[in-house]
């Protein structure tokens, strides 16, 4: 008779995304996810194929819960404004607000994995996209009503937005300076000027 599984697959995950964001991929050891999660080496291989598949776990649950939200925010039909300056001054929030200072699992995936394996580059393009699609969906409207620039399309502003969240992170794992990125994230929103 098969033995049930007697640890939560989703704490294993949120656990083991910590590891991945702190030490990379390449740099986390089956040990490193061992330990994190409290799971030998053979339960996290029965649960999830290999450190590949749990990895690409944990970028299913980033995207849930840091891109989901965003995306959420972006469609809740409010000030575009308003919205999109949330979304900068959140990602502010996220990478100062704990000390921790762990890396986006988006940015270290694009560097890391995304040119070699295309089950990640697929979740990252993913993850992206409708970020972007939300993003454009409420620029085109802003637009629509004259509340931002029609000197750009809908579409670069989105992208170019996105590539700033993108920015903001990476700035953020060099030096975590709050008032910096507030002020980055500041500029970037002229854009909608």
Avoid at 38 to 46: E, Q, V
Avoid at 146 to 157: E, K, V, Y
Avoid at 179 to 186: D, I, N, S
């Amino acid at each position: 008779m098969a033995r049930t599984r007697e640890f939560d697959l989703d704490a294993a995950v949120d656990a083991a995304m910590d590891v991945f964001r702190s030490k990379g991929y390449e740099g986390t050891s089956m040990r490193d996810l061992s330990e994190a999660t409290g799971l030998g080496s053979g339960s996290i291989y029965a649960a999830f194929g290999s450190k590949d598949g749990l990895y690409l776990a944990v970028l299913d649950l980033y995207r849930q819960r840091y891109a989901t939200p965003m995306v959420d925010l972006l469609r809740s039909g409010n000030d575009a404004r308003a919205v999109i300056r949330e979304v900068f001054i959140g990602t502010v929030d996220d990478i100062t607000g704990d000390g921790r200072h762990l890396s986006c699992l988006i940015v270290g995936a694009s560097m890391e994995r995304a040119h070699h394996d295309v089950r990640v580059a697929e979740r990252l393009r993913s993850t992206t996209q409708s970020l972007e699609l939300a993003l454009y969906d409420l620029l085109a409207e802003a637009q629509l009503r004259g509340q931002i620039t029609t000197d750009r399309s809908a579409t670069d502003l989105a992208g170019f937005l996105v590539t700033s969240l993108q920015g903001l992170r990476v700035m953020g794992a060099i030096s975590p300076d709050r008032a910096a990125l507030t002020r980055y994230a500041e500029v970037a929103l002229t854009c909608l000027d």
